[in-house]
């Protein structure tokens, strides 16, 4: 075999090559495992190489052609599979046979053959295409051209001793590595797909999971200004859509105008120094209400320059609004001690002052009397210390705490009388100050109508006694009256001029609530009625 031939089959590989390699990039959709109909068009692709490489080649002797087909068809067996082969075989057979010579029949043979051995090593090799070597490639071509070599036989013995003689070396020498090199451009094609397969997929993956957070990811550009990514959960969270994020001031304009500077400011700087930064501000949502937004930011920088940011939008509303709630828990927590301080030092200073009053107004009276009249004023402060506990700051139901109060105090003086307490009363809220005073009021009341009203009845009386405790609410002023069924006033009393503890306590107490108060017989019956009026504000 001269060098034109062995140039002749060299051209002949590199067109092979040349139109593998635009077939390659038309078919670039085309996956391995894929829907087996896309191998009916891969097939007719092939065959319309074939048909380009058999119309290029050359005569070795009348109707003999030399030609790389055998690469083409093998490689198509190899990579392609069985039914894109057999359409490429049958297609290239028919134009061989439609060629005709004499040679027609060995040609379809040689067709057959190499396209079948690809079939075969990819059915019988278990490792991915993607991974087969240099190696194997060029083994797999010298198998393939050595097929193709034995059935040259086929021909005439003469003739095919002769051309064995003439095409042996070449054809085993150059069509093995164009097989080799054709295999590689394929595999590496493989490696490829896959490659951007496994890439897609780890996208898949990342968007999946950035959006099934709550954190809304994204990403900036800082040098055209634009928002290349923004996860869709923005829509759920801040009503606006994807691709409303256009720009920067999209961004800006809506933080409200109370964080804007502050935020915009502080995100420059950061950025500009390639600082990663966390900061807070309230974002306008397209329904007009603002929400608390924790915005983690990353920059990248190239060459110094920051040319994207990425980051993450958290939305901690529910967070601001508990950090709210529990400072004003805190500042409700302070007052309520402060007030309950402010109670006990007020209560502290009216056990103090009666303590006082009690050692001036006392006289010659056994000692033990004065400390009972001291127990049962502070059971009264102690008992509204009580009930203001139970109730909101700074208001007292009067009726309730006279109800409470009638019964404590009558408990005191388990030795008398039979005398039962009543205290109808109206709804009156007062503030604690002045529930108090008419504590202390009704306390001295009660105390001195069981002391005093009952003395000359004995503990021998056969009826039970009443003491009535009313309270009324007329407008804005309210009525106070204590009534006792007992012996009543004696002649010629004048509170005015009384020197008992009792009386100017009530009378001190009654200007207290800048109202006063006055004693005179009961409306039915013998005994006493004291009535206090005072304003109510």
């Known amino acids: 075999m001269n060098l034109e031939t062995v140039l002749e089959l060299i051209r002949n590989a590199t067109l092979l090559l040349a139109l593998a390699l635009f077939f390659d990039v038309a078919v670039d959709r085309w996956r391995p495992g894929k829907a087996r109909w896309l191998q009916v068009p891969l097939g007719f692709g092939v065959a319309l190489v074939g048909i380009a490489i058999i119309a290029t080649t050359w005569e070795l002797a ?26 490429a075989a049958a297609v290239m057979a028919a134009f061989r046979l439609y060629l005709g010579g004499a040679g027609a029949w060995t040609g379809v043979a040689m ?18 295409l993607a991974s087969i070597s240099w190696g194997e490639l060029l083994l797999f071509g010298l198998v393939a051209h050595l097929i193709m070599i034995s059935l040259v036989l086929i021909l005439p013995s003469e003739l095919a001793w002769s051309l064995i003689g003439d095409i042996a070396v070449p054809v085993l020498v150059v069509f093995p590595l164009g097989t080799a090199l054709l295999g590689r451009l394929l595999s590496n094609r493989l490696i490829r797909a896959q490659e951007r ?49 256009t720009n920067i001031e999209f961004w800006a304009s809506r933080i409200h105008p109370d964080d804007r500077e502050a935020a915009t400011t502080y995100c420059a700087e950061c950025t ?13 949502t397209r329904s007009g209400e603002y929400r608390w ?9 190239r060459d110094g320059t920051p040319v994207k940011m990425r980051g993450f939008m958290v939305d901690i509303t529910h967070r601001k609004e508990a950090e709210h709630a529990a400072a004003q828990l805190a500042a409700e927590r302070e007052t309520l001690l402060a007030e309950i301080r402010h109670r006990a030092k007020n209560y502290i200073t009216m056990i103090a002052s009666l303590i006082h009053l009690e050692k001036v107004y006392r006289g010659e009276r056994p000692a033990h009397e004065a400390l009972d009249d001291i127990e049962r004023r502070t059971v009264v402060l102690s008992g509204l210390f009580e009930l203001l506990n139970q109730k909101e700051l700074g208001e007292v139901r009067l009726d309730e705490y006279l109800e409470t109060l009638a019964s404590s105090i009558a408990r005191a003086f388990p030795g008398t009388v039979r005398v039962r307490v009543e205290t109808p009363a109206d709804a009156v809220p007062v503030d604690q100050k002045r529930a108090s005073a008419v504590g202390l009021i009704v306390n001295e009341l009660i105390t001195n109508a069981m002391k005093y009203a009952y003395a000359d009845v004995g503990t021998t009386s056969e009826r039970d006694h009443t003491i009535t405790v009313r309270l009324e609410r007329r407008d804005d002023t309210a009525v106070l009256s204590v009534t006792d069924d007992g012996v009543g006033l004696p002649e010629g009393f004048d509170p005015a001029e009384s020197s008992g503890l009792g009386v100017n306590l009530v009378r001190s107490l009654a200007r207290q609530l800048e109202g006063n108060a006055t004693w005179g017989a009961a409306e039915t019956g013998p005994g006493t009625r004291v009535t206090v009026t005072f304003p109510l504000p």
């Open 62 to 87: 009348p109707g003999i052609r030399l030609d790389a087909r055998s690469i083409l068809l093998a490689v198509s067996g190899l990579f392609f599979g069985t039914l894109a082969t057999s359409i």
């Open 111 to 128: 067709i057959a053959a190499t396209g079948a051995l690809g079939v075969v090593w990819r059915r019988v090799r278990r490792e991915r």
């Open 197 to 245: 397969a496994a890439t897609a997929a780890r996208e898949s993956r990342y968007r999946a999971l950035v959006e099934s957070m709550k954190a809304i990811a994204w990403e900036y550009e800082t040098t055209s200004n634009r928002w290349t990514y923004v996860a869709p959960q923005v829509r759920s969270v801040l009503g606006w859509a994807p691709s409303e994020w």
């Open 272 to 284: 500009a120094r390639g600082d990663d930064h966390t900061f807070e501000y309230r974002f306008r």
């Open 293 to 301: 937004i924790n915005d983690v930011v990353s920059v990248e920088l």
